[in-house]
């Protein structure tokens, strides 16, 4: 700050904001003295309540950033450094994550590695160097619990992308959607996965069940289901061309949903997972995608028409899951067909080989206990919930670990590590190598192995993404070292 007074200071800051409102400004020159002199940031958010147009005649109320949701796209460089000021307009402290991002955890945005907070009514400021390239996000990361108000229920979300060094192919359109939920309520249905279970799975389960003393507890529904703010045929088509290769972003921002999407008539070929280009980009009709989850594709436009891409999920569809894809010179009512029902596959991506051996292996049970206080299940790792007092887990630097993600419940669970990208080295039994993410869905009674090695030290944060299940237990502290 310098010899400015705070008040100065804070002035300047307003005015700097004013002037980025709506976008982020990436200062593409060099780093210069206004950066430590209370200048204008490259990248401003300012959190605060907004009311956001979902539908027509149908407004809600809700926080975000910058005044929209989601909020502005903020397009960074791989490696160049920008200074980050984040305003907080509300009445609680913020903390702001950057989801993907191999940072220190000081700026990193989660309580757990004693990050920054942006205080009520106040401001921080700080800088960060922006990696890997690729789609990112950032995110709110505070607790929730009951209050369905706070937390990633919110709007707080924006496209994170940071631009490759390299170039990452032809494309004539770029296209980011993130996928949200919104009105969310407490009830006791039970969320079914999808895929058909196997035998084994549906014994397990009633294996499960029959040994829980209470009930399951809350689960989470929702009325309104969204595509970049806005319900299906609310807001602008998507408007392609025939011939057209157009390069989709897809986030699921969602609190707490796992999803899928289809476009009928056409294939999403994938070449990036959270980001990072996969080794065998490949053609699939449906993504799926657990909270958190990026998927880069590219879709060849090369079936004229006006088209829904959306959710297979009718319900969910029809109270917004969607957007109209409209070709140029195609009129008429968007058109929905169902897609076959395929699992989702993340081996198709990877090389089919055995990774190398780690150092280590920890492994990690995840489980549940029903109906704990107020309601809420509980869920552990290692038979333990999150306790902010236990020393955090050590981890070596440069170290290969490998991670069994091993889920004894009958939920899915998108598995999120901070500030580290992994690579997954086996999934349900098989083998695969070279796809490297920062979530991993972890299905009912199913097991993933993915390997880390911690290039940052510090506090680093492993948790199941799925708000309800990290605010009640499922976190657990490292310490790379
Ligand atoms: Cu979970």
Not at 57 to 62: A, G, Q, V, W
Not at 81 to 101: I, K, M, R, S, Y
Not at 430 to 449: H, N, R, S, Y
Not at 466 to 480: E, I, P, R
Request: charged letters at 25%.
């Amino acid at each position: 700050m310098n010899a400015k007074t705070r008040r100065n200071f804070l002035a300047d800051a307003a005015a700097a904001s004013a002037l980025l409102l709506g976008g982020c400004n990436h200062s593409a020159g060099t780093r210069t003295e206004r950066d430590t002199a209370g200048g204008p940031a490259d990248v401003t958010l300012r959190i605060g309540p907004i009311r956001v147009d979902i539908a027509k005649d149908h407004t809600i109320s809700t926080i975000g950033y910058n005044g929209t949701v989601p909020g502005p796209l903020i397009r960074l460089r791989e490696g160049v450094p920008v200074t980050v000021e984040l305003f907080n307009d509300t009445d609680a402290p913020e903390l702001v994550h950057w989801h993907g991002q191999i940072i220190p955890a000081s700026v990193d945005g989660a309580a757990e590695e004693k990050s920054l907070q942006v205080p009520a009514h106040g401001q921080i400021r700080y800088q960060l160097t922006p990696q890997p390239a690729g789609a990112r996000f950032v995110h709110t990361h505070v607790m929730s619990m009951a209050d369905l108000n706070r937390g990633t229920y919110t709007g707080q979300f924006a496209f994170v992308y940071i631009e490759p060094k390299s170039s990452p192919g032809r494309y004539d359109q770029e296209i980011f959607l993130a996928t949200h939920e919104f009105e969310p309520f407490l009830g006791a249905e039970e969320m079914e996965e999808d895929d058909e279970q196997d035998k084994e799975t549906k014994e397990k389960k009633k294996q499960v069940k029959q040994k829980q003393e209470k009930p399951n507890g809350w689960e989470i529904g929702y009325r309104r289901f969204t595509v970049n703010g806005k319900c299906l045929g609310h807001g602008e088509p998507i408007r392609v061309k025939e011939g057209q290769r157009v390069l989709f972003h897809f986030l699921n921002a969602s609190a707490t949903e796992n999803i899928q999407l289809a476009l009928p008539g056409h294939q999403f070929q994938v070449v990036a997972l959270d980001g990072n280009p996969v080794p065998q980009p490949q053609s699939v009709e449906l993504l799926e995608l657990g909270t958190a989850e990026r998927i880069s594709a590219v879709v060849e436009m090369k079936n004229p028409g006006v088209w829904i891409l959306g959710t297979p999920k009718d319900d969910d569809r029809k109270n917004g899951m969607g957007v109209v894809v409209e070709y140029a010179n195609r009129k008429g009512s968007p058109r929905w067909v169902k897609p076959q029902k395929k699992p989702w596959d993340y081996t198709l991506f990877g090389q089919n080989r055995t990774a190398r051996n780690p150092d280590e292996t920890i492994p990690l049970v995840f489980g549940k206990i029903n109906g704990g206080k107020g309601g809420f299940n509980r869920w552990t790792i290692n038979g333990n919930s999150f306790d902010e007092k236990a020393e955090p887990r050590t981890l070596q630097k440069s170290k290969r670990y490998r991670l069994v993600l091993d889920n004894q419940t009958d939920d899915a669970h998108p598995i999120h590590l901070h500030r580290n990208s992994f690579e997954l080295t086996k999934v349900h039994g098989k083998p695969t190598a070279g796809i490297l993410k920062d979530v991993v869905l972890v299905k009912g009674f199913k097991q993933i192995e993915v390997d880390v090695t911690p290039s940052m030290d510090g506090l680093t944060l492993f948790h199941c993404h799925q708000q309800l299940h990290m605010d009640y237990g499922f976190k657990l502290l490292f310490n790379v070292v």
